[in-house]
């Protein structure tokens, strides 16, 4: 059993940044490799980036590459995702999860999840 919880949302202008984190408790972390996710106001959630078990590979969607930066810090039991240069259409319901098997974007794969984070980006 793995509980999640994020953290770092909140409201910001096109153009800022926000931290996002995420700690887990309850499991080994560096069993589990960790993605975030998103859900845009009335739309799916939506795959952000992945992160592999050490922190040595990481995947990001299309629309978040250059600006968005995922890590993690084992020994804190945290992933991070950094995101800069927030523009409107990333305003979302932002979810961290735990996947032993690394399926990056394959939803299906992750079998833990946190409760989210809202992001609000204002023009």
């Known amino acids: 059993q793995v509980r999640l919880e994020e953290s770092g949302g909140g409201s910001v202008q096109t153009g800022g940044s926000l931290r996002l984190s995420c700690v887990a408790s309850g499991s080994v972390f560096e069993s589990y490799a960790m993605g975030w996710f998103r859900r845009p106001p009335g739309k799916a959630r939506e795959f952000v980036a992945a992160?592999?078990?050490?922190?040595?590979?990481?995947y990001y969607a299309d629309s978040v590459k250059g600006r968005f930066t995922i890590s993690r810090d084992n020994d804190k039991n945290t992933v991070y995702l950094e995101m800069s240069q927030l523009q409107p259409e990333d305003t979302a319901v932002y979810y961290c999860?735990?996947?032993?098997?690394?399926?990056?974007?394959?939803?299906?794969?992750?079998?833990?999840w946190g409760p989210g984070t809202q992001v609000t980006v204002s023009s």
């Open positions: 999860g735990a996947d032993p098997e690394f399926g990056i974007h394959r939803e299906y794969e992750y079998d833990y």
């Open positions: 992160i592999d078990w050490l922190g040595q590979r990481t």
